[in-house]
């Protein structure tokens, strides 16, 4: 299995532009998760997807953020207008069962994001 | 509100030199403690889970421990492939809670 998949790995834009961080979680999987990591603040959790559903997004700063499931196999984040404070780490990560029940969770590489 | 809160921020050790991170919670409804291993430029990979006080788990030079209140990450004779960021987190009724990590240099 290839893992979770994340792409671009990095992405550098200017203050003001959309900005879409793609996710391809492991085959199989049931929930879905995306994370924004700082120095500051570490693993913050933004929203998560269960069967395709959002169940909890209190985690996304603000409007400017919005996330996507489609399918069972991709995900999108995306940020717009982006801000510089929005420049961290972004990871996706799958779980094999629900929410309520998860175990362990499957990380991607993350997309470092840059914003001037 | 649930925390998570790690120490020491950062740990140098020398090869062989074996010591013990912390990981105090405050979390309602615990459904139990994970460990990660972070790399620099990856994301974190699953070491450990642990569900109730007592428990405890091993993986080579590694051994997790939970109490009511906290766990400790025991690294015995550490080599230099430990180095990494080692993350706790605490699963409540629906979710991981983070804390900021560890971040763990082994020299030889």
């Known amino acids: 299995d290839a893992g979770v998949i994340q792409s671009p790995r990095h992405e550098v834009t200017e203050m003001g532009q959309e900005v879409t961080l793609r996710c391809k979680p492991i085959s199989g999987h049931n929930s879905l998760f995306w994370y924004r990591q700082t120095m500051m603040r570490g693993l913050e959790l933004l929203i998560y997807f269960n069967n395709n559903v959002p169940i909890d997004d209190s985690g996304m700063p603000e409007d400017r953020f919005s996330a996507k499931m489609p399918n069972a196999s991709f995900s999108t984040l995306k940020i717009q207008p982006s801000e510089p404070r929005d420049s961290a780490v972004y990871f996706c990560a799958s779980g094999p069962r629900t929410v309520a029940t998860n175990e362990k969770l499957f990380f991607g590489s993350g997309t470092q994001l840059s914003v001037l | 509100e649930d925390q998570v809160t790690q120490s020491p921020e950062a740990l140098r050790l020398q090869e062989g030199e074996s010591s013990s991170l912390n990981c105090s919670y405050t979390?309602?409804?615990?459904?139990?403690l994970f460990w990660y291993r972070q790399d620099p430029g990856k994301g974190p990979e699953f070491l450990f889970t642990?569900?109730?006080a007592g428990e405890e788990k091993e993986k080579e030079r590694l051994k997790a421990t939970l109490t009511k209140k906290e766990s400790f990450l025991h690294i015995t004779a550490p080599k230099p492939e430990d180095s990494a960021t080692y993350l706790c987190a605490v699963h409540n009724t629906d979710k991981l809670i983070f804390g900021t990590g560890t971040r763990l240099q082994v020299f030889p």
């Open positions: 979390v309602s409804g615990l459904r139990g």
């Open positions: 642990l569900y109730s």
